[in-house]
């Protein structure tokens, strides 16, 4: 199982992201994780310009976006970023895509919500030719009409994970993509209802084995600051109850926020949590590090006490 961290923008202004970014790549691939996963958040830093400026930063370290809303683009507008961002990053890029939420895209971006397994379908065609070009891309289907000649090439062949929650998405990832990625799915909920059906059907399309990426929060903390740090994540990270696609994946499980799935307490603890996330067919974690504490140097302290603790948790894990 491959180790990965969320890199993402956050807070403050953008200067001050990007040197804080680039600092925290810089860690990971010091540390030796296997990825970084770039969040596209709707409000703020493009992943995908993340991943262009991160590739230039490093050597080996894979980048990955989690994930790129379909509707915000054109398909070939995509594929072009996509493609100019896996050069710049010496083919590491690992394009995760999804069509996101009614709450982004209906109500912030004013575009219908309407269909988005048929839609997502629809622009695959389309981002598969562009991604492996170069040449022209020529699609007619419900959604798109396109004939586009495009000269980017792929350095290397790019991994495009789906974003996937329900049996009809995880259907089309398995049979088109090449994995997942996932927040607010604990170790039931992939055992029982994702790994089965993407994995079905990949084998079905004659695909390889696909990869089911599972993000969570983990915080190292004492086992009396376990109740403080599930109380954080629901503070900061609470989204379920804006999203019904989130309210039915955790249908699937034992979690009810995401409070219950931040992997909480001690080393051991998050070993632990981590090989039942292995065991239920995660092939990679990608970490939200969620430091406690009641002032800015506390949680730096608390940020850096995690990152030690993964560095040589990640070495076990391989």
């Known amino acids: 199982m491959r180790i990965g961290v969320m890199i993402g923008p956050e807070r403050g202004d953008s200067a001050r992201k990007v040197d804080r970014m680039m600092k925290d790549i810089d860690w990971a691939e010091s540390a030796g994780l296997d990825t970084a996963w770039i969040p596209q958040v709707p409000t703020d830093f493009d992943a995908l310009i993340t ?11 894979e980048l990955g976006t989690a994930v790129v809303p379909l509707q915000a683009q054109h398909p070939i507008a995509l594929a072009r970023q996509a493609l100019s961002a896996h050069a710049a990053a010496g083919g590491r890029l690992a394009l995760g895509v999804g069509p996101s939420h009614h709450w982004i895209v209906e109500d912030m971006l004013g575009i219908p919500y309407e269909k988005p397994a048929a839609f997502t379908r629809d622009y695959l065609d389309v981002l598969d030719q562009a991604l492996h070009g170069p040449g022209p891309v020529d699609v007619e289907n419900s959604s798109f009409t396109v004939h586009n000649p495009l000269e980017l090439g792929p350095v290397a062949p790019i991994p495009v994970l789906l974003a996937a929650l329900g049996p009809v998405m ?3 990832a398995g049979e088109r993509a090449d994995g997942t990625i996932l927040w607010m799915a604990d170790e039931r909920a992939i055992a029982d209802h994702i790994a ?3 994995n079905e059907a990949a084998e079905h399309a004659g695909r390889p084995a696909p990869r ?6 983990v915080c190292l903390c004492r086992p009396s600051e376990v109740d403080e740090a599930r109380e954080r994540a629901n503070r900061i990270l609470a989204e379920a109850e804006f999203s019904p696609n989130y309210q039915r994946l955790l249908e699937h499980g034992d979690a009810r926020d995401v409070g219950d799935l ?8 998050i070993l632990e ?10 092939t990679d974690i990608s970490m939200r590090l969620l430091p406690i ?3 800015r140097d506390e949680l ?5 006490r995690t990152r030690e603790v993964i560095a040589e948790l990640a070495k076990e894990l391989r």
């Open 262 to 269: 931040c992997a909480a307490g001690d080393e051991d603890a």
């Open 51 to 61: 991943v262009a400026l991160m590739g230039a930063r490093t050597n080996r370290i």
């Open 273 to 282: 949590r981590f090989r039942r996330f292995e065991k239920a067919g995660v």
């Open 212 to 217: 089911i990426v599972a993000g969570l929060p």
């Open 196 to 198: 089965p059906r993407i």
């Open 300 to 304: 730096i302290a608390s940020k850096y």
């Open 170 to 172: 995880l259907r089309l």
């Open 293 to 295: 504490g009641d002032t």
